[in-house]
């Protein structure tokens, strides 16, 4: 039986709520009725105004202000011009933390996943505990967990490029 996340699950610190996010099932409610549902299995954490990768680094702007929200929202943002990407901020009002949801069981890349799901930025600002089209669930699945660099954050430095905060399901 799966239980909906709750806004508590969010309301902590993102290297925690990242790898916590591995296993758990992103679930999507079409117009038509039909639910589609993929476990997660990749995640990346980023971690406020210090952190040279993260969107709020560059401080409060139209595109970031849901990064210095309420923990527990949508934040999807266009990538390249032509992919969407689904975030899920985190922890403390003003101390901007979010988490990218890097890929699922089956579809092994953020703008598959949101390809497949049917996610664009109608989503974004949306709750993630309470949105009828769009929520996550905890079914009990804990996969074993690896971590590694981000991808594609080379901008952010060596040492940014660097810290191991992408979570990774074992592959059983």
């Given amino acids: 039986m799966s239980e909906k996340l709750t806004r508590e699950f969010f309301h902590r610190p993102v290297l925690e709520v990242a790898p916590d996010l591995v296993g758990k099932l992103l679930v999507r409610r079409l117009p038509d009725g039909r639910i589609l549902r993929e476990r997660i299995a990749e995640t990346e954490a980023y971690g406020g105004a210090e952190d040279l990768a993260c969107h709020a680094s560059k401080g409060r702007t139209p595109r970031t202000e849901l990064l210095f929200g309420e923990s527990g929202r949508f934040y999807v943002y266009l990538c390249y011009g032509i992919h969407w990407l689904l975030n899920v901020i985190t922890g403390e009002a003003g101390q901007p933390q979010g988490v990218l949801i ?3 069981a089956v579809h092994d890349g953020p703008a598959k996943l949101t390809k497949f799901l049917q996610i664009t930025g109608s989503f974004n600002g949306n709750s993630a505990t309470d949105d009828p089209e769009l ?6 699945f804990r996969p074993e967990i690896l971590t590694a660099p981000r991808v594609g954050v080379d901008y952010a430095g060596d040492f940014w490029k660097s810290v191991e905060w992408r979570f990774i399901a074992k592959k059983e």
């Fill in 102 to 104: 890097r890929a699922g």
């Fill in 135 to 140: 929520w996550l669930e905890d079914n009990g």
